[in-house]
Nanobody, 120 residues
């Protein structure tokens, strides 16, 4: 199973980026999927989750109203639209499937993340 995040980059504060995370080797259409991030010197933290059907979403308070998570089960891919970016959003972003019954607990190995850097 491989999880490949992409779409990161360098952006000025107030800008936008759209991240993608494609899964291969296994389908996660029956699982909630989430985004997590890890800033330098900090622990990995939860960012957003979307239910298997895509009908429900859940966000960390720090990104609520600015980030939008979505998914395309036919492509086995989850997305994160990030608007109004702030320097404190700078981190490596990862995606992961979520444990059944949890909105914030991932399972499996972390795939390759994508670096997001927001300049002030």
């Amino acid at each position: 199973v491989q999880l490949q995040a992409s779409g990161g980059g360098l952006v000025q504060a107030g800008g936008s980026l759209r991240l993608s995370c494609a899964a291969s080797g296994r389908t996660f259409s029956n699982y909630a999927r989430g985004w997590f991030r890890q800033a330098p010197g900090k622990e990995r933290e939860f960012v957003a989750t979307i239910a298997a059907s895509g009908g429900m979403t859940y966000y960390a308070d720090s990104v609520k109203g600015r980030f939008t998570i979505s998914r395309d089960n036919a492509k086995n891919t989850v997305y994160l639209q990030m608007n109004s970016l702030k320097p404190e959003d700078t981190a490596i972003y990862y995606c992961a499937p979520l444990r059944t019954g949890s909105w914030t607990t991932p399972f499996g190995s972390w795939g390759q993340g994508t670096q997001v850097t927001v300049s002030s």
